[in-house]
């Protein structure tokens, strides 16, 4: 599977921003797929998932209420709708996908978010 992240960029604080990540090759292997952030200077930070199939979602508490992860099954994309955004959301955005539990098979190439206050 190939992921092609895109729709970051620079913002003010309480801002919207929508984030898409765009499938393609083996997508029937896609169990569920993931945004993960990294701020400067900061490990990797799990965001959000979204099982595949079924739709269902989880989200760090930091961003509960604030995102929404979504996907268009038919078009094999997945979107991340991020509203009050924060300075502290600024981070580069990386969507990941996985055929099951265990490591990430496919990764994005990841998209700057930069939120200013």
């Known amino acids: 599977v190939q992921l092609q992240a895109s729709g970051g960029g620079l913002v003010q604080a309480g801002d919207s921003l929508r984030l898409s990540c765009a499938a393609s090759g083996r997508t029937f292997t896609i169990d569920h797929m993931d945004w993960i952030r990294q701020a400067p200077g900061k490990e990797r930070e799990f965001v959000a998932r979204?099982?595949?199939?079924?739709?269902?979602?989880f989200y760090v508490d930091a961003v509960k209420g604030r995102f929404t992860i979504s996907r268009d099954y038919a078009k094999n994309t997945g979107f991340l709708q991020m509203n009050s955004l924060k300075p502290e959301d600024t981070a580069v955005y990386y969507c990941?996908?996985?055929?099951?539990?265990?490591?990430?098979?496919?990764w994005g190439q990841g998209t700057q978010v930069t939120v200013s206050s």
């Open positions: 979204i099982m595949w199939t079924n739709g269902r979602t």
């Open positions: 990941a996908a996985s055929s099951g539990p265990g490591e990430y098979n496919s």
